[in-house]
């Protein structure tokens, strides 16, 4: 049996591509070991319970019997309010380790993972990260690959449909859509040289503009796109406001032209989708909310009415 994390708020995406069940926010069990795109970790589940005390992880650690590969380390990460830290954990739990086992900080040959998430801890063996080995270039307002993923799931696309990023950055949602076998991507980014580079490694061709998105009515045909899937700009203390009321609105005004089926938006900030989905008559439906940090995003999708 094993454990997967993802963001908050992803769990039913995770569920559907694991076949597995959630189990407290974040976390899901399934059976079959697979890569996993929905995913930022993964692990062998050997133990996990609740605990009120630090005390308690050492006492339910010490009852483990490990059948694992000697010498062997452990590794931590602790999410939530304790007032403990996971070096803390680390170091008593080696303590404990070393009466029975061979510990090497720099090879060994397993690892115990200790997954400690508010009040409940999970212990596991065999940790994967799912890093994207495409993702060499990034910026400041880039959006996770695991995100991007899950974005293309909520909208339901297929192999056949073409999808455009008019906000594409480091083109995360293109690429992502790309490795699906989706052909027809097209990304629109002030600066292309992000998305060229990681597009280029990824092994995926987009057609990327850096012509602001009032030209994509004279780049794309009408209803020639099926999905508008982006992270589009928000209201910040750093943004130039009315640069950005200007985008919002052109995506929407383009959208009327150029869209098939309906758009997936990803923000923080719902106040201009709602006013020009509004203007532009697009049907306005909440997917999900997912929790990063401390930024609590939500996931619209839109349709045109008229």
């Known amino acids: 049996m094993r454990i997967a994390t993802t963001y908050k708020g992803l769990e039913p995406i995770l569920i559907k591509e694991t076949n597995g069940k959630k189990i407290i926010p974040t976390k899901v069990q399934y059976s079959k070991n697979k890569q996993l795109k929905s995913a930022l970790f993964s692990y062998e589940l050997i133990k996990k319970f609740k605990f009120k005390t630090e005390k308690e992880i050492y006492e339910k650690f010490q009852k483990i019997k490990f059948k694992i590969k000697i010498p062997c380390k452990i590794d931590c990460l602790r999410v939530g309010k304790h007032k403990f830290n996971s070096q803390d954990i680390r170091n008593n739990l080696h303590k404990i380790l070393a009466k029975n086992h061979k510990i090497n900080f720099k090879e060994p040959k397993t690892i115990i993972f200790v997954d400690i998430l508010n009040n409940y801890c999970f212990i596991g063996i065999n940790f994967i990260k799912y890093k994207r080995d ?5 910026s400041r307002n880039s959006l996770s690959p695991v995100i991007a993923y899950s974005l293309l799931k909520i909208a339901n696309i297929k192999k ?4 455009l990023d ?3 950055n480091d083109g995360s949602i293109l690429i992502e859509a790309g490795l699906l076998s989706i052909k027809k991507l097209c990304g629109f980014t002030q600066d292309t040289k992000n998305a060229l580079i990681n597009s280029k490694i990824a092994k995926v061709n987009i057609d990327l503009s850096n012509n602001q998105i009032d030209w994509i009515d004279t780049l794309l045909k009408k209803n020639s796109i099926d999905f508008i899937i982006s992270k589009p700009p928000i209201l910040s203390k750093r943004a130039n406001k009315e640069l950005v009321e200007k985008q919002i609105r052109e995506l929407f005004y383009q959208a ?6 309906k758009l997936v938006l990803i923000t923080s900030k719902t106040e201009l989708l709602e006013k020009y989905s509004k203007q532009f008559k697009f049907s306005m439906k909440k997917e999900l909310e997912i929790q990063v940090g401390d930024t609590l995003y939500k996931v619209f999708s839109f349709k045109k009415t008229i």
């Not at 056949?160 to 999808?163: I, P, W």
């Not at 009327?256 to 089926?261: G, H």
Request: aromatic content about 16%.
């Open 256 to 261: 009327q032209y150029i869209l098939k089926n």
């Open 166 to 168: 008019p906000f594409c």
């Open 160 to 163: 056949t449909n073409s999808l």
């Open 134 to 138: 495409y993702r060499v270039r990034a």
